[in-house]
């Protein structure tokens, strides 16, 4: 989309950088553009609660669970304490996965409401197109994609380690 004047070219490279980046908050990044104050705010709520309950479910179903056995002996009781250990170093690197694809799914739903709203221009004035939102929605979901896959063959690999532990 050809820009009037110069100087709104000019504006609008300069103000790219500060658009859907991970080290800016939210509330920068779509409230302003979009020019809701009460959105995007809700949505962020709603992802994070989501994602959060997630975690707790991915922790508490991961951690192994205490059976009756007759007394253990010392090196059974070792790979007992490792095999606990692995499975709760899992879950945790499956939370933090899940962590930071909500965080650029929420950036994306951003995109998404800046699409929506019909530009980038909104509250701060910029002019901005159409197709910079998508791409960032674009390369957003992506990410969300990529840790989503990444957090799955973790958890294959840790169900493969405890079948050979069995």
Do not use: F, I, K
Request: proline share 7%; charged share 10%.
């Amino acid at each position: 989309m050809p820009y009037a004047q110069p100087s709104q070219a000019r504006a609008a490279a300069s103000h790219w950088p500060h658009r859907h980046h991970c080290a800016l908050p939210l509330r920068h990044n779509a409230v302003v553009h979009v020019g809701s104050w009460v959105a995007v705010p809700r949505l962020q709520q709603q992802l994070r609660a989501e994602g959060r309950e997630l975690r707790r479910q991915l922790r508490d179903g991961l951690q192994p669970q205490p059976q009756p056995q007759p007394q253990p002996q010392p090196q059974q009781q070792q790979q007992q304490q490792q095999q606990q250990q692995q499975g709760r170093n899992v879950s945790w690197a499956l939370a933090d996965e899940m962590q930071v694809a909500e965080h650029h799914l929420v950036q994306a739903a951003s995109a998404a409401l800046c699409l929506r709203g019909g530009s980038w221009g909104g509250s701060c004035g910029m002019a901005c197109t159409h197709a910079a939102a998508a791409a960032a929605a674009a390369a957003a979901v992506l990410v969300v994609l990529l840790h989503l896959v990444q957090a799955a063959a973790a958890a294959a690999q840790a169900t493969n380690e405890h079948n050979e532990h069995m």
